[in-house]
């Protein structure tokens, strides 16, 4: 059956990567660096995570 019509908004997927800093990073300075790296039409964006697990 061939369906013309579809549209797979692919694109529009949001991806993750977590990633673990060494103890004497600066959060923020990475964070900043990692937000102007191109990544198709816009830029990759660095978020905080706020979860109970990765604290334990």
């Not at 991806?15 to 103890?23: A, E, G, M, Q």
Request: charged share 15%; hydrophobic share 45%; with cysteine.
């Amino acid at each position: 059956m061939c369906w013309p019509h579809q549209i797979f908004y692919i694109i529009y997927i949001c991806r993750y990567c977590f990633v673990t800093l060494k103890n004497d990073s600066k959060a923020e300075s990475v964070m900043s660096e990692i937000n102007k790296i191109k990544f198709g039409v816009g830029f990759l964006q660095a978020d905080w995570i706020y979860s109970i697990q990765f604290l334990l």
